[in-house]
């Protein structure tokens, strides 16, 4: 789990971008792409470097009216790996 006081943020180099070829969202890093499916890009629309997880996880709560445990299950999990995989960085 990520702790709640932790910001999301997308390290120099890495950005959400529309790939227009392949018609979808992707993640793209310097020389690696992470294809991004409708629940992955509505997390990543809402790192913006400055919000807690916790801020995070209730935009997205209000926003799908969903509930709040399961949207901050799934955020930490994609968020965890992407972490892993160092295409975001997580700072408190």
Do not use: C, N
């Amino acid at each position: 789990m990520i702790d709640g006081g932790a910001i999301p943020v997308l390290p120099r180099g890495v950005r959400v971008h529309f790939d227009k070829v392949r018609d979808t969202w992707v993640l793209l890093a310097p020389e690696r792409t992470v294809t991004l499916d409708m629940i992955g890009h509505a997390i990543l629309s809402e790192v913006d470097g400055e919000r807690s997880f916790d801020a995070i996880t209730q935009a997205l709560a209000d926003k799908y009216q969903a509930p709040r445990d399961q949207i901050a299950k799934d955020s930490a999990a994609f968020l965890k790996t992407l972490a892993d995989r160092r295409f975001l960085d997580l700072t408190q």
